[in-house]
């Protein structure tokens, strides 16, 4: 059984840094794709950043030059660090993870989701 398990969200203000983390189980991270979306009140859920299981890094434009994504696969744990946080970056923040071979992450498997806040 496979579950990924988000934490590090939180209420910050604009400008800070926060480390979101996903920590997986039953899959390894470093042999999956892995990816954060996040979803905003009244908004698409939306790819920011992932990771494929060769270590290619995708980044969303809104988030590039803020925003990175690494792996520990010693904790098999994914992690999204966001720095100079925009009230825009407001949503809840999910983890997937997409097995290698599978197009796309509509079909893999979800985490719960943790919910990011950035007040002005």
């Known amino acids: 059984q496979v579950q990924l398990v988000e934490s590090g969200g939180g209420l910050v203000q604009a400008g800070d840094s926060l480390r979101l983390s996903c920590a997986a189980s039953?899959?390894?991270?470093?042999?999956?794709?892995m990816a954060w979306f996040r979803q905003a009140p009244g908004k698409e859920r939306e790819l920011v950043a992932s990771i494929t299981w060769s270590g290619v890094i995708y980044r969303a434009d809104s988030v590039k030059d803020r925003f990175t994504i690494s792996r520990d696969n010693a904790k098999n744990t994914v992690y999204l660090h966001m720095n100079s946080l925009k009230p825009e970056d407001t949503a809840v923040y999910y983890c997937?993870?997409?097995?290698?071979?599978?197009?796309?992450?509509?079909?893999?498997?979800w985490g719960q989701g943790t919910r990011v806040t950035v007040s002005s």
């Open positions: 039953g899959r390894t991270v470093s042999s999956n794709n």
């Open positions: 997937a993870l997409s097995p290698k071979g599978l197009l796309g992450y509509t079909n893999g498997y």
